[in-house]
């Protein structure tokens, strides 16, 4: 229903909740947790691609920052409500801080996207003595954010991020970010990832058994 105007139709829908269900099954984030945040993203008026992108960018991002997939929920949450809004306000920032995801990765991201859209952020950040006051100046807009996150999926081409502007030595980084990301997400380190990973594949098989028997 949230999607609707904007020309999606009920396949669109099941292919992004299948599109997130393989992500989940190889990661330690929970299937159930994402289904709940992309309607809390286009409920908020985000589209479904952009949606599906930028879930799995926050939950790479957590990975590599050491977060957890409830903490990762909790910044989904946050940003949902930005993106909503239109900007990312100080408020929203210190959420995200909050669950373990400001750090200097994050934040290095965000100003390289500013830089290609030729937003004065060195400068800002001069003026205004830190990255978090330069917030006030409503320049990290839900296009920098989207576009940032969709660089923390590992699923940007060399030739997209051209188009987009980046140039060849940003081009490299973003993809090795987006790789290291992606190998953070989804190599298990303890048991319990273990058995939540192995969780999510046994529910992701009994769903498409309940399909093929009883039906979609």
């Known amino acids: ?41 286009t409920a908020a008026g985000v589209d479904l691609k952009t949606s599906v992108s930028a879930i799995k960018g926050i939950a ?14 909790t910044a989904m949450y946050q940003l949902s409500q930005a993106l909503a809004a239109g900007t990312v306000k100080l408020m929203d920032w210190n959420s995200v801080v909050n669950a373990g995801m400001g750090g200097q990765v994050f934040q290095d991201a965000l100003k390289e996207t500013a830089r290609v859209h030729n937003i004065a952020i060195d400068d800002m950040i001069k003026k205004e003595g830190s990255f978090r006051e330069t917030l006030q100046n409503g320049w990290l807009t839900a296009e920098i954010l989207t576009e940032t996150l969709s660089k923390f999926t590992g699923d940007l081409s060399a030739e997209q ?21 992606n190998d953070a997400a989804t190599k298990v380190k303890t048991f319990t990832q273990l058995f ?4 999510e594949a046994a529910q992701s098989g009994w769903s498409q058994t309940w399909r093929i028997v009883i039906g979609d």
């Open 60 to 73: 790479n991002l957590a990975a590599v920052s050491g977060s957890n997939s409830q903490q990762a929920s």
């Open 161 to 181: 991020l051209k188009q987009m502007g980046y140039t060849e030595e940003q081009i490299a980084g973003i993809i090795k970010m987006g790789k290291t990301a």
């Open 1 to 41: 229903a949230n999607t609707e105007s904007k020309g999606s139709t009920l396949q669109d829908v099941n292919r992004a909740l299948a599109e997130l269900n393989t992500y989940a099954d190889k990661t330690i984030y929970n299937f159930t947790e994402m289904t709940r945040n992309i309607g809390t993203f």
């Open 196 to 199: 939540d990973t192995l969780k």
